[in-house]
């Protein structure tokens, strides 16, 4: 190990900076933002320092580098634009056996400052040891969007009740397996939802005995095919989901999240009889929540949009179980973003609608009446298989043959195709649809072409528009 990690607490010690600059300014935010009592030596100061020197927030000794300042402060930055300063500062603090790091010049520091996730009181620093700080960095941001967003809300609520937990339960290895108990299950998933207060009943059944395993379900949007779509709320849940009821549309590599010991069920419709399988899938969920599985039921997009979400909800409902629904980018907003097709546009569609162009046998066929107005884009789902008779039925009611429309095949993912054409001539431009395809029908169709340039690169895709 090259360096030591440790957290210091500088509330009210006395720590300086040499430099006045932009630079010792920044530094000067930090050490504040860790209630130190911060000290400029410099013979000028940029505004902003200017200004917290008035006010008194931080002392201002104006003058060239004074070593005398060395032995009463506990850390030294040298952050001045003069090397030979900044090496001065250093040979002072280590003569004084004090801790100083110099901005920017790795092998003059005794201390180097990480790269910060901060949610206090949860803190996460990393470092490369300055060797590589552009890593660190993007680690960092990484670890911040990987963090769930109540994460802070959990520490401070494990602080509160560890006093009653650490009386209740004196021996330690009890202790850890209680909070690790607590933290993977049901009490941590209520407060990263918000929801303290079932945390807390859930916790003091937990420490009575009485905590029988709280099933709940979560209606997951895994996003239209690249699995960099699906939120960050519902990644979190699949990550700590014991049993995953994954759709066909699901992107593979979004399982490669689940935990390693999670029961992962493909239940994903190949067409047909889909009303009896839609039942199965309905009572399913209902025993394995009811058996106390926490169980996300992962859907391709989003699961309100012909997801039949809604139907499993109210079976959830109806049995009177626990769930939560997250949302997720429907195949339309993301198939139309990575096609370069804005859905609506100030000067060509003031509105979208999204229809399906496929009812189970007996429901209602879509009325295209209302639909073909001009101004309007219309995202056809599930109507791949019927794509040349759609595109006709919509020139029966009215819509102009010339009216540009695009197929797009496995949206989002390495494998998408774009073809574009217009109502008369788009069936006849494609060979065979394949599945998944949706179809987007409007003026806002023809700015893919000069959209395409800067979308069409993270696909492999054969864009043929
Ligand atoms: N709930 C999903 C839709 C499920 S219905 C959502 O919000 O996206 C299934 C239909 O969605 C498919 O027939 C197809 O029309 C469309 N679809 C889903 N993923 C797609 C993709 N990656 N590319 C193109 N169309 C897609």
């Not at 410099?42 to 002392?59: F, H, M, R, V, W």
């Not at 949610?119 to 969007?145: E, F, K, T, W």
């Not at 997801?307 to 959830?316: D, F, K, P, T, V």
Request: glycine share 10%; charged share 20%; hydrophobic share 45%.
């Amino acid at each position: 190990m090259d360096y030591f990690p440790l957290f210091a607490d500088l509330h009210h010690r006395p720590c300086l900076i040499v430099g006045g600059g932009a630079v010792a300014a920044r530094k000067v935010r930090q050490l504040r933002r860790a209630g130190a009592r911060v000290t400029v030596n410099a013979p000028e100061l940029t505004a902003e320092l200017q200004s917290l020197a008035e006010a008194g927030e931080i002392a201002h000794a104006s003058r060239d580098f004074d070593p005398a300042l060395i032995h009463t402060h506990l850390l030294i930055i040298a952050a001045t634009d003069d090397r030979q300063t900044n090496h001065a500062v250093a040979a002072a603090a280590r003569a004084s056996q004090r801790l100083c790091n110099v901005v920017d010049d790795g092998p003059a520091c005794t201390f180097i400052v990480p790269s910060v996730v901060d949610r206090s009181p949860l803190l996460i620093a990393v470092s490369s040891g300055g060797q590589a700080p552009m890593l660190a960095r993007s680690l960092r941001q990484q670890i911040d969007a990987w963090l769930p967003a109540r994460v802070a809300n959990l520490a401070r609520w494990i602080a509160r009740w560890r006093k009653r937990v650490g009386q209740a339960l004196p021996s330690f290895p009890d202790r850890v397996e209680f909070w690790q108990q607590a933290l993977d299950g049901a009490p941590a998933e209520q407060v990263l939802a918000g929801r303290e207060a079932a945390a807390d009943d859930l916790l003091e059944a937990q420490l009575n005995g009485r905590s029988a395993a709280r099933g709940e379900a979560w209606l997951v949007g895994a996003g239209p095919g690249d699995p960099e779509l699906i939120t960050q709320r519902g990644l979190n849940l699949l990550q700590r989901a014991d049993a995953v009821l994954y759709d066909r549309l699901v992107a593979p590599a979004l399982l490669d999240h689940a935990r390693r010991d999670a029961e992962l069920v493909c239940v994903g419709k190949q067409g047909g009889g889909a009303a009896v399988k839609q039942a199965d899938i309905n009572s399913q969920l209902i025993a394995r929540v009811r058996r106390g599985q926490r169980v996300c039921r992962l859907k391709g997009g989003d699961p309100f949009i012909f997801g039949r979400g809604g139907e499993e909800l109210q079976s959830l409902v109806d049995a009177g179980l626990p769930y939560q629904v997250v949302p997720g980018i429907t195949a339309a907003a993301g198939c139309a973003a990575y096609a370069g097709i804005p859905l609506t546009h100030r000067e060509l569609a003031a509105g979208v609608s999204f229809v399906t162009g496929h009812r189970a046998d007996g429901a209602p066929a879509t009325d295209f009446k209302p639909l073909v107005r001009s101004g309007q884009t219309l995202v056809i789902y599930m109507g791949g298989r019927r794509l040349e008779a759609l595109c006709k039925e919509l020139q029966t009611h009215g819509k102009s043959p010339e009216t540009p429309a695009a197929l797009i095949e496995r949206g989002t993912t390495p494998a998408q195709c774009v073809t574009g054409g217009t109502l008369a001539d788009l069936a006849a431009r494609v060979d065979k649809v394949a599945s998944p395809a949706l179809l987007i029908v409007g003026d806002v169709v023809a700015l893919a072409e000069s959209l395409r340039w800067f979308v069409s690169e993270s696909t492999d895709a054969r864009v043929a528009i």
